[in-house]
């Protein structure tokens, strides 16, 4: 788990980097500011937005198996697709919105210390993923950068070997993330890295949809 940490720390270090180099790069796209009462009046009047959206996504839980008196954490890395949409509201300049999706994947489970051999694999995982979240719009073409609070829930049933027991795996995942979602015209590119709160594990995702 410790290199897993590490990457952690790493993957976020790029990701904010890459955000500050984009939006350096629109800055000279957005058109100069309107008035105070422009702005006012624009900021006031929101619009309803609705979008569809398909991501590939990939993450990690743990637990813990015991066999006897030895005892070993175990790390289960899942992929899988996410299939669902988005509701909010938006002015010139931000949206608010909550999302959600239906969560099909599979993965692969192995025991982190050598005490114990526990490997498995294509371990089929359903569940559903839950958003409310916050953006900002950084170029004339709206792309956005914000933030979300996902709840995530996983079925999955790990197979326990001959007297041993699996616990201390978690259904309910709660996570903060970091998006980014650029459009091109009513279809849009986007992304999310979540950091699950109370662990080092993360999940990202990638995916398109279509804004109606």
Avoid at 7 to 14: A, P
Avoid at 80 to 107: K, L, P, Q
């Amino acid at each position: 788990m410790g290199v897993l940490t590490t990457n952690t720390y790493m993957v976020i270090t790029i990701y904010l980097a890459l955000i500050l180099f984009l939006n350096q790069a629109w800055s000279a796209e957005i058109e100069a500011t309107p008035s105070h009462i422009e702005t006012e009046i624009e900021t006031k009047s929101k619009k309803v937005s609705r979008l569809l959206f398909l991501d590939y996504l990939t993450w990690q839980e743990d637990g813990t198996i015991k066999s006897g008196s030895a005892k070993s954490p175990i790390v289960i890395t899942n992929q899988g697709v996410c299939a669902g949409g988005a509701m909010g509201y938006e002015t010139v300049t931000y949206r608010t919105f909550i999302d959600g999706c239906f969560i099909y994947g599979s993965g692969n489970v192995g025991a982190v210390k050598n005490t114990i051999t526990y490997n498995q694999s294509d371990i089929r995982a359903y569940g559903v993923k839950a958003s409310v979240g916050a953006g900002r719009f950084v170029s004339s073409a709206k792309a956005e950068i914000g933030f979300k609070i996902p709840l995530m829930y996983i079925d999955q049933t790990l197979t326990e070997p001959t007297n041993s027991t699996i616990s201390d795996t978690q259904s309910v995942l709660a996570m903060a993330s970091l998006y980014s979602r650029w459009p091109f015209e009513k279809w849009f590119v986007q992304t999310e890295f979540s950091k699950f709160i109370g662990n080092d594990f993360v999940l990202f995702s990638v995916g398109g949809g279509h804004q109606f």
